[in-house]
């Protein structure tokens, strides 16, 4: 099975949606664990590495895409 390539600042959708009801999350912060923000009510949550991959449905945006060339 192949793993999912993401990377801080994308925007991705889980799953579950969050209880304000969207399941699109920013990724603000990488390591072991990994910090997800809501983008509906700003929320943000800390959850292991392993339940982040096995939770997370697919990349919407990706980060690389919304830098500008100067």
Known sequence: MERKSFQLGD???MKKPHPCGTN?????RMGMDIRIKCTGCQHSVLIPRA???KNLKKVIRSADNT????
């Open 11 to 13: 925007i991705v959708q």
């Open 24 to 28: 699109e999350m920013e990724i603000i």
């Open 51 to 53: 339940k982040f991959e």
């Open 67 to 70: 830098v500008e060339n100067n």
